[in-house]
């Protein structure tokens, strides 16, 4: 089956500091990633996605890059604001037919908190 | 994009009643979902919903406990019935507008069950 698995938070990160969460997945067929990222008190927001091998998808300063060959999507950022404390999900969506099409699974969140 | 809205944003309700949670986007969409996102927990699927089907519901999720309803393209409901404190979570609703499309989310409806 499809599953994610992020790295275990919470992560607590000073201000300009480099960040990096770690998301690796197992799938059957096609998937694309996606990271989410869910502000305190609001629903979940797509952050950037990838849709095939090598793609780099970017928002906000935040990049992930598709890496087939070590089935990882690892989130990076090169200095984190506070504003950027948030939860992290990384997750997968199977692109080819059947039962899961169109489907997300996720991983389980990281939870970022950024001091000043 | 699409603007989703759900109602109630939270409740409290006592074991063994039923809750209705509603959700309305701005535009017409194929496939509408529901999550559930227990207390420090990742998003599980309960069920894809799709206009003029009987909903899809995931492994563990079953029709008597959460009927779903998709009467048009732009609204859905999930009931969570006979409730008990295991159900206390976030339930979220997301839109797409097909498979390979973006899905957007709600805001969530926190339920707290006593």
């Known amino acids: 089956g499809n599953s994610v698995t992020q790295m275990e938070g919470p992560v607590t990160l000073s201000e300009e500091a480099f960040l990096t969460i770690n998301c690796t997945y197992t799938?059957?067929?096609?998937?694309?990633l996606f990271w989410y990222v869910q502000y305190p008190g609001e629903g979940l927001q797509l952050l950037l996605k990838?849709?095939?091998?090598?793609d780099k998808g970017s928002n906000k300063g935040f990049e992930a890059t598709y890496r087939k060959e070590t089935t990882s999507f690892h989130l990076e950022k090169g200095s984190v604001q506070v504003s950027d404390s948030a939860v992290y999900f990384c997750?997968?969506?199977?692109?080819?037919?059947?039962?899961?099409?169109?489907?997300?699974?996720f991983g389980q969140g990281t939870i970022l908190t950024v001091h000043p | 994009s699409a603007v989703i809205s759900q109602k109630p944003s939270r409740d409290i309700c006592q074991r063994g009643t039923s809750l209705t949670i509603q959700c309305q986007v701005d535009?017409?969409?194929?496939?509408m979902f529901w999550y559930r996102q227990q207390p420090g927990q990742s998003l599980t699927l309960i069920a894809t919903?799709?206009?003029?089907?009987?909903?899809?519901?995931e492994s563990g999720f079953v029709i008597d406990k959460f009927p779903i309803s998709r009467p048009n393209l732009t609204f859905s409901t999930l009931t969570v019935s006979n409730m008990s404190p295991e159900d206390s979570s976030i339930y979220l609703c997301?839109?797409?507008?097909?498979?390979?499309?973006?899905?957007?989310f709600g805001p969530g409806t926190r339920l707290t069950v006593t």
């Open positions: 997301s839109v797409s507008r097909g498979g390979l499309y973006e899905q957007y």
């Open positions: 799938a059957t067929g096609y998937p694309s």
């Open positions: 990838a849709t095939k091998a090598d």
């Open positions: 997750a997968l969506r199977v692109d080819a037919g059947g039962t899961s099409y169109g489907k997300l699974t």
């Open positions: 535009s017409q969409v194929t496939m």
């Open positions: 919903a799709n206009q003029g089907s009987e909903a899809t519901y």
